[in-house]
């Protein structure tokens, strides 16, 4: 727990300048206290002994001598002082009960106390529980206690307030960063963490522009690219059957598929406006692939009974799924391929696994980056040019969903999980 505090203290902002707060307030209260004792303990005390003394000749000199009980008590219910008198004819105390006999410092008591003509000793002091310090009611120490407190939630809540913009900075700045313009930071304020906000924006702003014009250029380009192609590859076929026939062939396919990627990841680029969703029965569509495109190629399928039907776009779905059995059946060394659908929550999770070697534990955190290729044995000619994860990726962050990949001891599993949106 102690740990858990320590590490919010060091990365919380408003806690620290809270600690500051309470620090100045602790450390300007002890100075103050500090600098008036010392003022009261000396200055003032060598400017009241004489003002003191004076006054206390003139209540002895009422009193008389012998001194007078009865000018006494008069004297103890007007002002809130303690008497006490000593001597041969008359012994009497105001306050029997507490016996204050004045301060404790004895500079001060020979200070309050005279001394009669006829020989008695009058001892003056202050009554302290006549003047209320005494009989301060118990709770009073607790109010103030509890004005602390409030004083402290009070700084607490004007500093949560004051640094407010810093969250929606923060959650601007993470929705921006996953590519995600299409809400722009609240600026609420007119000082320095407002200003912040509106750079910010401006910088999101300038980088969508940015991103939109290397987008339509690559588009662009991809686009003019497929013509020529088309044609290099209609050239091709009219050539004469042999190796570089088919070599060529193979090059020329390989630059439409790439080009066809290319575009198509463009286009989930731009997230669920690219998605053109209708009702999807997941069973039907696994089997369906599997044994059109996929059959006899040894791929064992598990397929959990009454899966929901979901909203999602059919074709996006059969491209995602058609790169993890590529990816599983090219990588797998000849191993089978297990296609597994389950129920998962309020969803479903597809997971596609092989038995191959796997792939190296430091390269599984930069799969689904294009172009991408985790090792040498996985090269353009046994593995693509890198582009399958990453379009499964795209494929299911359009969709709301996750793409997670792991070591499965032999081989790769990649779990494909999205939840359920019933038709």
């Given at each position: 727990m102690s740990g858990g505090w320590a590490h919010r203290l060091r990365h919380s902002l408003q806690a620290r300048l809270v600690l500051v707060f309470l620090a100045l307030a602790l450390g300007t209260t002890l100075l103050f206290v500090s600098a008036t004792r010392e003022l009261f303990s000396t200055g003032w005390r060598e400017l009241a002994r004489p003002l003191v003394a004076d006054y206390l000749d003139r209540l002895s000199a009422d009193l008389g001598s012998p001194p007078d009980v009865a000018r006494a008590q008069a004297l103890v219910q007007r002002l809130p002082l303690s008497v006490r008198i000593d001597g041969p004819q008359v012994q009497w105390t105001s306050h029997p009960q507490r016996d204050r006999h004045g301060p404790r410092d004895p500079e001060w008591r020979d200070a309050l106390e005279r001394r009669s003509a006829d020989g008695h000793r009058i001892r003056f002091g202050l009554d302290w529980g006549g003047a209320g310090w005494q009989d301060r009611p118990r709770w009073f120490g607790w109010a103030m206690l509890a004005a602390l407190l409030a004083l402290t939630a009070g700084a607490w809540a004007w500093v949560r307030l004051l640094l407010r913009p810093l969250g929606d900075i923060q959650a601007g700045a993470r929705r921006y960063g996953d590519g995600d313009f299409s809400q722009p930071i609240p600026?609420?304020?007119?000082?320095?963490l407002g200003a912040l906000a509106a750079q910010v924006n401006a910088m999101a702003t300038s980088l969508q522009h940015m991103l939109a014009g290397q987008r339509g250029l690559l588009l662009a380009i991809?686009?003019?690219?497929?013509?020529?192609?088309?044609r290099a590859r209609l050239h091709a076929e009219l050539l004469d059957d042999g190796a570089e026939r088919a070599a060529l062939l193979r090059d020329l396919g390989q630059m439409r598929d790439l080009i066809s990627d290319l575009l198509e990841g463009e286009r989930l680029a731009g997230g669920a406006a690219a998605l053109q969703r209708e009702a999807v029965d997941i069973h039907a569509l696994v089997q369906d692939l599997v044994d059109g495109s996929f059959a006899g190629r040894g791929i064992t399928l598990q397929l959990a009974p009454g899966m929901p039907l979901v909203q999602a776009d059919r074709s996006r779905l059969q491209l995602l799924l058609r790169n993890l059995l590529d990816n599983a059946l090219r990588h797998g060394a000849g191993t089978p391929v297990q296609v597994q659908a389950v129920a998962q929550g309020d969803g479903w999770c597809l997971r596609v696994r092989d038995h191959g070697p796997g792939v190296d534990p430091a390269a599984l955190a930069r799969l689904g980056e294009p172009f991408y290729r985790p090792d040498a044995?996985?090269?353009?000619?046994?593995?693509?040019?890198?582009?399958?994860l990453y379009l499964c990726r795209l494929v299911a962050q359009s969709h709301g969903g996750t793409l997670q990949w792991r070591n499965a001891a032999p081989g790769l599993e990649v779990s494909f999980c999205l939840p359920a949106r019933p038709a």
């Open positions: 600026q609420t304020r007119q000082d320095e991809s686009h003019e690219l497929r013509s020529p192609l088309t044995a996985r090269s353009r000619g046994a593995g693509g040019v890198g582009l399958g």
